[in-house]
């Protein structure tokens, strides 16, 4: 074998190492990323679903609230039918 294509191929070995090497950091720098990504995501969902049950326990001491207001309007109406019919 001639030294030219010798050359030619240890050149051309050097320059795949260095595609290679260069791919994988990259891939690195890529896994690195997306796992910071999924973090933030469960992140978000965690926070999310701590908000949602906070709204879903207000939303419940409101129905409670209003059945409440519910009950004390028609107490409250009753007692007026009742008033203005002993007053007649």
């Known amino acids: 074998m001639s030294e030219q294509p010798l050359q030619q191929l240890i050149h051309m070995v050097a320059e795949n190492n ?3 090497k260069e791919t994988q950091e990259e891939l690195r720098e890529f896994k690195k990323e997306m796992y910071d990504f999924r973090d ?5 969902r965690d926070d999310a679903t701590r908000r949602l049950d906070r ?3 207000q939303n ?13 309007v028609s107490d409250h109406e009753r007692e007026i039918n009742r008033i203005k ?3 007649q």
């Open 40 to 44: 933030e995501m469960y992140e978000f």
């Open 60 to 72: 419940k001491h409101i129905d409670a609230d209003l059945d409440l207001l519910h009950r004390k």
């Open 85 to 87: 019919q002993v007053g």
């Open 55 to 57: 709204v879903e326990r």
């Open 18 to 20: 260095r595609l290679v």
